[in-house]
């Protein structure tokens, strides 16, 4: 899953921006 793609979390932020430490 690329970085830039939304957080599958449902927050609307970018994965990297949520959890993708």
Do not use: A, W
């Amino acid at each position: 899953m690329g970085r830039n793609e939304p957080c599958p979390c449902g927050s609307g932020k970018k994965y990297k921006l949520c959890h993708g430490r």
